[in-house]
């Protein structure tokens, strides 16, 4: 009897700390991280002045491309530029590149059944009490650790900007990186987008972390 009522109180235990996790990966899931980059020789007194945002050849006529573009003129607007119109000569270029090239890592994990049954809940809630880690004649063993492989894809987003005025000088250079468990660039891009303008142009050579509330 003090064994079956040890083991509803672990089971119901275990099932607290699962809805713990859960909480907390949706907290989490509110939030975005990224890492930026960013280095710069910009030149004094330039509020007012103009920039065009130059597509590279495979980026002319590209949707996705004019998409993100659309992005970055919004968060270029509080450097105080302003975009060139139709034809006109602009002082600034502003080049854009970006990516989400997929890798695989390694995480850890612990052979629990009473975690890892697919549903979050394990085998105990079924009356099971046993696998890699469990009671076992009154005495909880613990779980091996397991290693599996996760996908990986790194979002980026750099913006270089070229002073004309300057002979073409690079004047701002601004890496944003966010890594994600799914392929989800658009819908990270305007978070990357307002990383690489965020305290601009900053101090030459700075790397820092930056959060962003998601929006749903």
């Known amino acids: 009897m003090w064994h079956q009522e040890n083991r509803s109180s672990s089971a119901f235990f275990r099932f607290g700390m699962v809805l713990a996790s859960l909480f907390l990966i949706v907290g989490c899931a509110s939030t975005l991280s990224a890492r930026v980059t960013s280095y710069q020789q ?3 007194n330039v509020e007012g002045q103009t920039y065009r945002i130059v597509p590279s050849a495979n980026q002319a006529n590209n949707l996705e491309f004019e998409s993100f573009a659309d992005m970055l003129r919004a968060s270029i607007g509080p450097t105080g530029l302003v975009e060139a119109r139709g034809g006109e000569p602009a002082r600034f270029d502003v080049l854009i590149s970006y990516g989400n090239p997929v890798s695989q890592t390694w995480v850890q994990r612990y052979d629990d059944p ?5 549903w979050g809940f394990g085998p ?3 009356g099971y009490y046993g696998g890699h880690g ?8 613990t779980p091996s650790v397991q290693n599996i492989p996760v996908e990986v894809y790194k979002n980026t987003l750099t913006v270089i900007m070229k002073d004309n005025q300057n002979h073409g000088t690079e ?8 890594v994600s468990t799914y392929d989800s660039l658009a819908q990270v891009m305007p978070y990357l987008a307002q990383a690489v303008f965020d305290g601009f142009p900053g101090n030459n050579g700075e790397v820092r972390e930056i959060n962003y509330t998601r929006n749903h």
């Open 42 to 44: 910009w030149p004094a």
């Open 114 to 118: 009473y975690l890892y049954d697919g």
């Open 124 to 126: 105990a809630f079924g």
């Open 134 to 141: 469990g009671w076992w004649g009154g005495m909880y063993v």
């Open 171 to 178: 004047v701002y250079r601004s890496s944003a990186e966010n």
